[in-house]
């Protein structure tokens, strides 16, 4: 069974950064395409970001040239690293094996303003 186990979340300010992680279990890491999701109060959750298998990235409008999607495929892990953050990224961050259709539990970001 695939098990993702997403952890790094946090409070931070305004501008600051953040570094989430993905850990994957049960599944054959590197021939995955994985995805982070985020879902904010009262709204629909929503794509940020994917990376397939051979490490190609795309990213949601919103996030372009602030948030970086990466993978570590010898620690089956996958990262966001996420700078300038804004009061509007304050959401639970889950990541998803788009390959399996497996979700994380999901961390929580806030950003203060």
């Known amino acids: 069974q695939v098990q993702l186990v997403e952890s790094g979340g946090g409070l931070v300010q305004a501008g600051g950064s953040l570094r989430l992680s993905c850990a994957a279990s049960g599944t054959i890491f590197r021939i995955n395409n994985f995805a982070w999701y985020r879902q904010a109060p009262g709204k629909q959750r929503e794509w940020v970001a994917t990376i397939n298998s051979a490490g190609k990235t795309y990213y949601a409008d919103s996030v372009r040239g602030r948030f970086t999607i990466s993978k570590d495929n010898n620690k089956s892990t996958m990262y966001l690293q996420m700078n300038s953050l804004k009061p509007e990224d304050t959401a639970i961050y889950y990541c998803?094996?788009?390959?399996?259709?497996?979700w994380g539990q999901g961390t929580q970001v806030t950003v203060s303003s």
């Open positions: 998803k094996s788009v390959t399996s259709d497996y």
